[in-house]
């Protein structure tokens, strides 16, 4: 056998142990970036069922108008790519039909985690007790379905 056929198997062999070696600590070690929609992320990222409401920031004095403004904008910069997608696209179609209660439950559910609202929104876990008779989480949830098939995308601001 040639030198350089040796040193090619050789290589070979090497690579073969290298990869071996990497796939084996890979499957040992958990994945940091959990991805969306499996069980290892809803464990991870949702509140537990008995966690306290957040205590919603005051703001008196606030017109509608301005407290629909302020919903459109936090709907669009929630902090996941997930939930600003379907809050701001529900903010839209949505907000400036709401009365000023259901502005208010909206501005409430908005203060809760993006994961959580993410994960009742999509039906992949059941609300809190203070959220089961939501109409706006009702509302949200049938956006969510799509079931127009419309093609979405991060509204403009106006």
């Known amino acids: 056998m040639s030198t350089m056929l040796r ?10 142990r290298t990869a071996r070696a990497f796939s084996t600590s890979a499957r040992r ?3 940091p970036w959990l991805l969306p929609n499996t069980p290892e992320h809803l464990e991870k990222t949702t509140s537990p069922p008995d966690a306290p409401a957040p205590t919603p920031l005051p703001r008196t004095g606030e017109s509608v ?4 403004a302020r919903l459109v904008y936090q709907s669009r910069k929630r902090g996941t790519l997930e939930s600003d997608l379907l809050l701001s696209t529900f903010a839209k ?9 259901e502005l208010r439950e909206f501005d409430k559910l908005m203060d809760e985690p993006d994961w959580d609202i993410y994960y009742w929104a999509t039906g992949k876990k059941a609300p809190p007790a203070r959220w089961e008779d939501s109409s706006v989480l009702e509302k ?6 799509n079931e127009g098939k419309v093609v979405r995308r991060m509204p403009d601001l106006s």
């Open 7 to 16: 040193l090619a198997s050789r290589q070979c062999i090497l690579s073969l």
């Open 65 to 68: 108008d301005k407290m629909r």
């Open 29 to 31: 070690s958990a994945d």
């Open 140 to 145: 949200l949830r049938e956006h969510v379905k």
């Open 93 to 101: 179609e949505r907000l400036g039909s709401m009365t000023e209660e």
